[in-house]
């Protein structure tokens, strides 16, 4: 996929991204609520490898690249789950580079991202699952308008111990009233 916000572009990955990604999904501790932390630039060639899929292919994740539209600095990267039986729901994970942090990129580029899934694609329900300890993306859920859904007890096993897990969502009908 490819769309452009203000001051982003969205794009797929491709081999040529592997260093800029390897540069901030390698840092254990900026990505501690993440599963995927890859130790060397292969990993992260793999995972392209893995991501030349169909977008929008039912129960499919599709990652898409956030970068600068002056500069093309890598931001960050927006993980796209394809869920349910009717492929109408997402599930959405967002990782920035901590150099581009506190800049109001990572709403820009989920309200863009959503904008699309609803209006071009017509889904019906937007998630993301994020760990109640995680303040910043907690944040991020409120200032782009999520519900808060529910706050489930150490229903997730993850790195050998239960976590607790905490939904926000939003249907299409409440994003068109915005
Ligand atoms: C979650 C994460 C993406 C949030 O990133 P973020 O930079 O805090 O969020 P935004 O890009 O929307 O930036 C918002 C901040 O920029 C500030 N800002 C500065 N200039 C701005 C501008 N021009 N427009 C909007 N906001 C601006 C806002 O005030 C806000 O700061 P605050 O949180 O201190 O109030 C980031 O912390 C991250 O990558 N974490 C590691 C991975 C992770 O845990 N992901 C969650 C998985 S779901």
Redesign the pocket.
């Known amino acids: 996929m490819q769309l452009y916000t203000e001051r982003l572009f969205l794009r797929d990955l491709n081999f040529n991204d592997a260093q800029n990604i390897f540069a901030y999904r390698s840092d254990a501790e ?2 501690k ?2 599963s995927w932390i890859p130790e060397s630039r292969e990993d992260v060639e793999s995972f392209i490898q893995r991501n030349k899929i169909e977008f929008n292919q039912p129960e499919s994740w599709y990652q898409v690249l956030i970068t600068d539209r002056e500069t093309e600095a890598v931001i ?1 990267d927006i993980g796209i789950h394809f869920f349910g039986a009717e492929n109408l729901q997402v599930e959405l ?4 580079n901590k150099d581009f ?7 820009e580029a989920l309200q863009g991202v959503i904008d699309f899934l609803f209006n071009d694609l017509g889904k019906h329900r937007i998630m ?1 699952s ?1 760990d109640p300890d ?1 303040s ?2 907690i ?2 859920m409120e ?1 782009i308008g999520f519900r808060k859904e529910g706050h489930f007890i150490k229903s997730l096993f993850w790195k050998n111990r239960w976590v607790d897990d905490v939904i926000y969502a939003i249907l299409r009908e409440e994003w068109m009233k915005k």
Request: cysteine-free; proline content about 0%; glycine content about 16%.
């Open positions: 900026a990505n609520f993440q960050g994970g967002i990782t920035l942090q506190g800049k109001g990129y990572a709403a993301a994020v995680n910043d993306s944040r991020l200032r």
